[in-house]
């Protein structure tokens, strides 16, 4: 059972910076895709960023591209997702999710952690 652990969550500022951690309680955790998605109030699941299992490869949704970046540590078992010049419209509950293909992780994630509020407002 892969666990994912979301940390990082809280109120920040439009045009502030925020870093969101995900832990992975798995001995394989590098071979694993890892990624996040956000829900935010009244809407659909949306998908934000993915890396690959060697981190080297990376996809991130138009709407967060240039702002927000995925990365991950191997030796730490940790994904992250720094985020910058935040807008109020990446209000949203962030999940850290993980699967086993590149492709089905931007659909339909294997395995998704409990979520971190992110709000943002002044």
């Known amino acids: 059972q892969v666990q994912l652990i979301e940390s990082g969550g809280g109120l920040v500022q439009p045009g502030g910076s925020l870093t969101l951690s995900c832990a992975v309680s798995?001995?394989?955790?590098?071979?694993?895709?890892l990624g996040w998605f956000r829900r935010a109030p009244g809407k659909e699941r949306e998908f934000v960023a993915a890396t690959t299992p060697s981190g080297r490869r990376t996809s991130h949704a138009d709407s967060v591209k240039g702002r927000f970046t995925i990365s991950r540590d191997n030796t730490e078992n940790t994904v992250y997702l720094q985020m910058s010049n935040v807008k109020p419209e990446d209000t949203a509950v962030y999940y850290c999710?993980?699967?086993?293909?590149?492709?089905?992780?931007?659909?339909?994630?294997?395995?998704w952690g409990q979520g971190t509020q992110v709000t943002v407002s002044s």
């Open positions: 798995e001995r394989s955790f590098s071979t694993f895709v």
């Open positions: 999710v993980a699967d086993g293909s590149f492709q089905d992780i931007t659909t339909n994630p294997d395995y």
